[in-house]
Structure formats: C-alpha cells, structure tokens
C-alpha cells in the first residue's frame, strides 16, 4: 500500500461529510464564504491601493514610499501565516503521527513505516494549514491586485503558496519525531508548556526589536533616504518568508522569471526537509511510536492548584451547573494540548495590543487626527470580533465534541439537553465577554475620539459579536459535533469550524452594514447637522434591526444545535 | 414496598433504522424487586431497548413508564430513577474517578458528602481505593466498568439497568457484581440486564425475555422457557438455542 492509498479512508470520510449534508447549506455556505472572501479581498484592495498611493505624503514621494509600506505589510502577513502553520503543525504532528486510533493497525500490519509516515504527513498538513490558507488566501491576492499583477502571478502563486505551507509542516514534523524520541509523547504537557513560552517571548522580543512604529512615521529617521533604506530591509534575513516575500513582490511586478529564480531558496530548503523527515522517519518513527504507547498519561497533579481556584466558586451554584462546568474546565486544563493553544492565542492579543498602541495617533495632522481615531474605534469592535471568534473556534467550538462517546452518561441522566448547552453557553461566555471587554477597554485607551459615544459603541460591538458568537460556538459545535475526535484542534479544523468561522465572519459584515448608515450620519454631521424624522427614523430602525438580527443570530444556532443534541443516539 | 408494582412497562416500542425494524412491537412489564434479563444473539435488539429505556434513544414509536412516569412526558423524574452501566464504558477520560462520581453525582442532584462516602465504599469493594488519585484514561476496561457500575447507584436508583454486566470483568469481580446485582433485588430494586454469558442469566435471573429480530420470542421464569423449548431439564444455554433456531427457521424456511 502507497501513502495516497492509505489516506483514502480519511477522502471517504471527507466525501462522505459534503455527500450526506444538505444540498441548501452548502450552497448557502459556499456564497457566505464567497461574500467573506469578497469582502476581505476588496476591502483589503482599497486599503492597499490607499496605502501605495500615500496621498499625504504628496505626489512624489507618496507612491514611493506606499509601495514599500505594502511590500512591508506583505512581509508581515507572509510571516503570520508562516509561524501560525509552524507553530499548528506541531502540535498537529504529535496527534498525527502518535496519538490517532488507526496507528495501531496500521502499525500491525505489513504496510512499509515509510508509507505510514507520509500519509500522516499529507493529513497533518492538510489539517494544519486548509484554514488558515483559505482565510489568508483572499487577503494575499489583494496583493497581486493592488500591485497590479497579471493572470499568470494568479496561477504560479499558489503554487508558491503550496511549498510555503508545506516547510513548516516538515519542521514540525521533523520536530515532533525528535519530541517523540526523548520525551513520552502522552506526557507532553510539560513539553508544550515549555515550548509555547519560549516561543511567545521570543515572539514579544522579535515583535519590539522591529519597533514597526518607526516605519510608520518618518519623523524617527534622520532624512527620507534612511527611512526608505530601513523599509527595504527584511524583517528577517535568510527566512522562508522572506523569501517567499521577495519572490511574490517580483511576481506580482510581473517579473516571472527573476520570482522563480528568487524562490528558489525556498524550494531547495523544503526539498532538503522533505529528505531528512523521511529519512528521520525510517529511521526513528516506528520506535518513537510503539515508545508513546508505553506511556500513558497521569497528569493530574499539574497546575491542580489553578484547576482548583477556577472551580471553586462554582461551589454555590446548582449541582448540575456544579458538576458541568467543573468537568468543563477539568478537562480544558488536563488537555495536553491546550496551553500551546492558549499561548498562541496570547501571542495573537498580544500582537494586536501592541501593532495598535505603537501607531503614531499622535502624530497624525490634525485634519485628518478625528477621523482616523474615530474609524479605527469603530472598527475596533469588530477586530477584537475576529479575535474572540478565533478563540472561539479553538476552545469553545469543540466543546460538544469532546464530550465524546462518554456522552451517554448526560444523555441518560435528568439533566436536560438545553440545561446542559446553557451551562456551556454561560461557562464559556462569561470569560469570552471579559476578554472582549478588557481588549477593548485596553485599545481603546491609544484613541483620541471626537465623540465619546463612539467608545460606548465599539463596547456595544464587541458585546454583542461575543454573545453571537459563543451561541455559534456552541449550536454549529453541537450541529457538527464529532463525538469520536481525538483532539480539540482536529474538531477546530474540520469542516464545522470552517462553518463557524464563515457564520461568524457573516455576523460581523452584518453588524457593520447595519451600523454603517448611523456612522455615515455620525461623520457627515460634522459638516452639517441633519435633522430631521426620516434621519430618526432610519438611525432607530438601524438599532432596532441590529438588535433583531442579533438576537436571531444567538437563537437559531443554539435552537439547531439543541435539536441535533436530542436526537443525538451515541453509540 | 409493593413488590407487585411495575417498575418498567414497555408499551408498543417500535424503532426504525430506515427500512430496518430494530425493535417491531415491545411489550413488557417488570416487577419492583425483580432481576429481569434480557437475552438475544448479537443484532436482535437488545442494546436499542435498553437505550429507549435510558433516554439515550427516541422509539419510532410506543411508550415507557419508568413507575409512573411517561419517560417522554416527564423524563427528568424517569431517569432520576434509573441507573445505567453501559456495554461500553466510555467514561470521562481526563477525570479522576473520585471526581467522574462528583459529576456523576451533581446530575442526580446528589449531595457531595453522600457522594464522596457512597464513592469510597465502592472504590474500596472493587479494589480501586489506591487507584483514586489516577485518570480514569490509564484504566483497563474492567476497571472503568467498575467505575462506571459504582457511579450508576450513587443516586440510590429503583432501577438498575445494566447492559453486559461481566464483559471484561476478572472473575473475582464477575461474583462481586453478581451478588451486588442480587443484594439490589433482595432490597427492592429493580435489574434489567442483558448479557450474554447465560450462565449469568441462569444463575441471577427471575425472569428472563429472549429477543430475535427485534421480537420478543419467549418470556418466563427458567423452567417456564424449558417448557417453551420442549427440553424440560436443560440449561439455558440450550434452551435459548433451541428458542433462537426454531425462530430464525420459522423466519428463513429451508
């Protein structure tokens, strides 16, 4: 048996999930992702094609120092993508190549271990990349659009995109074999613990020794000849992004040939990893593997003590609301896996935070101060959205999943199925909306609105997204809910955590349209104050609808999701 | 204790997979105080009903009285009063079996002290005492099912339902269960079980019903299926043979 062969059942498995849904909802699914992917490419277009053109910056010196700001600003992206897949496919590899039920038949039969590894290696990679991949791709081609590219950088830079994505999943699993051999896999904890705080603070230190403000305001640079210099240095020498950086830029000037030649380092590194994971694999993987199933976790003990201090005010509440939540947050702290993902998610705040409170507000003419603020507040709300809804899809999404086949036990007790999704729904909001809160609370303090009312809306906003959100975290997790999922990352990557993200980036667009108009009203009134009832009666009907389609949003979700949850037949 | 009470009434049950009839038409009644069990080849429909009776799963049709609660109209009050062993014991993996029995115990809105003293003596009768501090996940299947069998009476139920009671048990635990399953009955409770170790049934059950093809086939006390059978004096092991080849002959005539 080859490795394709091998990943057939998984196709099956696939084919069989688009087969048996509804024809309605996934056509229905393909145009609300094909709105979010517009609205992203065209919204992230306009602000390139302003950006390149710098108009503040006049005529001659605008154009020239926009495009090197775009350039930057792919740079960056580029390098999100490239950490966020390294940084997955490491975990993903361990569950992979180690932890998944069909190993041990695998590996009792007469298939070569070579075969093996490469078919866990084709689905770790999928698993660890299709998301971020699909959700980035419609940013990067704003790109290629803004930069004027012809069709064909269209068709060669996915391919780019695919070697790309394939480095940091060989890193990874070149690292989890070499994890695997020194430490036992089931007792990884410890492991990842360590890992995520050595990459979040070496994160933290990259991030201020770019001091990225700098870049935006020529003010910091001695004459205009040293700030261009410094926007035309990489971020990072010798990196895969760079690389793919330099190679896409050239692609994207419509310079071919010279972007193939500069992808080349890129390729021969990729090749290099590909040969040496194989080889690693022959060499190491069979052992590695029968060694992680000696072990076997007893992690109890660790971190027992914060465990103990989040459940102990639940002590006051109802039994079952008691047990539920304390077996809730029980088994979040026990998963192996999970603080690498909390890291990762503080890095993601943290990067937000800090991209916001560097930007030179301050410095901004005064014509243009008002605005400016007054938007990125606005917008705030949203953006600690799309936040929340990444938390979302990491922690709260699988938590129907992982109830797994155990899920008898609720089943055939009296707790009723609604009881049990409102404990959930209460268990996991309450620290979503204070995040929510805090983060707003936090970016909103760099602002300098005209009107305060615009801070009460950007709270307003990041309300109401996170109440929407946790009600589809909670019903499209119970509607696709796996109960035979090995890992809350697999459950997050499937294709009900793409549902969930496409619904919850659809709530966002919703709630935006339906608060453009009283924006539009709150900026024009600058200028003239329009009175008058058909203006009242428009900015009411905008409240009154955000509110209805808000309420929906959190209803029907958690409605379907209840539904499926009763008649739901565990095995 | 009205020892004449029934305890379980299975009133028409029907379940349908699509085509397939998984349950055609159930009707049963079952006494307080009885050790009733259920018994059939592998497929005729034994889990299903035990399922029905749990809440687990929805009937095509029909209805089930747990006493005197409509299990569908009222099934909060229902399954206050059953204890359920799955065949599979799928428990909460990441948790302590100290703390599966405090969560356990909270759905039945059990007090934590009678949990935490109900949990101890059991841990203690199935020599798991020194094993409470470890994840359930490190445990063998037997020992989950003993946890999972020392959960399902925290609650003191009138009803124990237990599907395949001695799969992966050690032989020592197999009469443990045994004469737990006989204490229940001898203090009023109700056990339904399914199993297929016959020797089991022959040896625990008042009553024993054998199901084929989602039918009820004979229902009685032992020497009452041996007269179904015509083979007065047998074991059950070869008077439910008997009862299961005639059945299937009668349904596949050669």
Redesign the interface.
């Known amino acids: 048996m080859n490795s394709f062969q091998l990943v057939g059942p998984a196709i099956k498995k696939l084919r069989r999930v688009f087969s048996t849904r509804n024809r309605k909802v996934l056509y229905s699914l393909l145009l609300g992702s094909l709105i979010l992917a517009g609205a992203i490419y065209y919204g992230l277009f306009r602000f390139l094609d302003y950006v390149g053109r710098a108009p503040m910056l006049g005529e001659t010196l605008g154009p020239i120092v926009g495009s090197l700001l775009v350039s930057k600003l792919l740079e960056m992206l580029l390098m999100t993508v490239f950490f966020m897949i390294l940084f997955s496919s490491v975990i993903a590899a361990l569950s992979s190549l180690f932890l998944t039920d069909e190993l041990t038949v695998l590996m009792s039969s007469p298939t070569s271990i070579g075969a093996i590894f490469r078919s866990r290696l084709i689905l770790m990679t999928v698993e660890s990349s299709w998301m971020v991949l699909i959700f980035f791709m419609p940013a990067l081609l704003a790109f290629a659009t803004a930069l004027k590219a012809n069709w064909i950088a269209y068709f060669i830079f996915p391919g780019f995109m695919f070697i790309f994505v394939l480095l940091p999943n060989l890193t990874g699993a070149i690292a989890a074999l070499l994890l695997a051999s020194f430490f036992p896999v089931r007792q990884m904890k410890k492991v990842f613990q360590f890992l995520s705080i050595l990459v979040l603070t070496g994160l933290i230190f990259f991030l201020r020794s770019l001091e990225a403000e700098k870049l935006l305001n020529p003010s910091y640079f001695k004459d205009v000849s040293q700030y261009l210099l410094s926007l035309q240095l990489p971020l990072l020498q010798y990196s895969p992004s760079t690389w793919l950086h330099q190679a896409s830029m050239t692609l994207f000037r419509n310079n071919t040939g010279e972007a193939i030649w500069q992808f080349m380092p890129l390729f021969l590194v990729t090749a290099t990893c590909f040969i040496i994971v194989n080889i690693m694999a022959l060499k190491v993987y069979r052992y590695s593997w029968q060694k992680s199933m000696e072990a076997v976790d007893n992690q109890v003990r660790s971190l027992e003590w914060v465990r103990c201090a989040i459940t102990w005010p639940f002590r006051f509440f109802k039994p079952d609301f008691r047990v539920i939540a304390s077996k809730e947050i029980t088994i979040f702290m026990r998963d192996p896996a999970i603080f690498s993902q909390i890291f990762m998610m503080a890095a993601i705040i943290f990067v937000y935070g800090y991209n916001l409170s560097i930007l030179p507000l301050k410095d901004i003419p005064t014509l243009y101060s008002g605005e400016i603020n007054d938007t990125l507040v606005f917008l705030n709300g949203p953006f600690i959205g799309f936040i929340i809804a990444s938390i979302g899809m990491r922690f709260v999404f699988p938590s129907i999943s992982m109830e797994g086949r155990a899920f008898w036990a609720v089943k055939s007790s009296p707790v009723n199925p609604r009881r049990i999704l409102q404990i959930k729904f209460i268990v996991y909001l309450v620290p979503m909306l204070l995040l929510g809160v805090i983060l707003c609370a936090v970016t909103n303090s760099v602002f300098q609105v005209s009107q305060p009312v615009l801070f009460w809306l950007s709270y307003i906003n990041v309300i109401l997204i996170t109440l929407v959100i946790t009600s589809l975290a909670i019903g499209v997790g119970a509607i696709y809910a796996d109960f035979a999922a090995d890992s809350p990352l697999k459950i997050a990557g499937s294709y009900g955590g793409f549902v969930y993200m496409i619904l919850s980036g659809l709530y966002v667009i919703n709630l935006l349209a339906l608060e453009s108009y009283p924006m539009y009203r709150f900026f024009h009134s600058r200028f003239f104050v329009v009175r008058g009832p058909t203006a009242m009666i428009l900015l009411s009907l905008s409240a009154v609808l955000l509110l209805a389609c808000t309420a929906a949003w959190i209803y029907l979700p958690f409605q379907k999701g209840l539904e499926t949850i009763e008649n739901y037949e565990p095995e | 204790m009205n020892q004449n009470e029934t305890m379980i009434r299975f009133s028409e049950i029907k379940k349908q997979y699509g085509d397939f009839s998984a349950l055609k038409s159930i009707n049963l009644d079952i006494s307080r105080g009885e050790l009733f069990g259920f018994l059939g080849p592998n497929g005729a429909g034994k889990t299903t009903l035990i ?1 029905i009776l ?5 009937p095509t049709s029909g209805k089930v009285f747990v006493g005197s609660f409509d299990l569908f109209a009222e ?3 229902a ?2 009063m ?1 204890g ?1 062993v ?1 065949d ?1 014991p ?7 079996p100290l ?1 599966y029995f ?9 007090p934590a002290e009678k949990i935490q003293q109900k949990g101890e003596e059991m841990l203690k009768i199935f020599s798991l005492w020194d094993r409470r ?3 359930i ?2 445990f063998s299947h037997g020992m989950k099912q003993k946890v999972a069998m020392s ?1 399902a009476i925290l609650h003191d139920p009138e009803i124990f339902v237990v599907d395949e009671p001695t799969v992966g048990l050690d032989p020592r635990s197999v009469k443990l269960a045994k004469d737990f399953f006989r204490e229940l009955a001898n203090r009023g409770k109700t056990v339904f079980l399914t199993t297929h170790t016959l020797s089991v049934a022959e040896d625990l059950c008042d009553r024993i019903a054998i199901i084929r093809n989602g039918d009820i086939v004979a229902l009685g006390n032992l020497e009452e299926l041996q007269k179904r059978a015509s083979m007065p004096g047998n074991d059950l092991e070869a008077v439910f043979l008997k009862i299961t080849e005639e059945e299937q002959a009668t349904i596949n005539p050669v």
């Open positions: 399922r749990t809440g687990i799963i929805k099934p909060d009050k399954k206050s059953l359920y799955p599979r799928y428990l909460y993996e990441k948790l302590t703390e405090d969560f356990m115990g909270g759905l039945y809105n059990v501090h470890e994840l996940e490190s959960a």
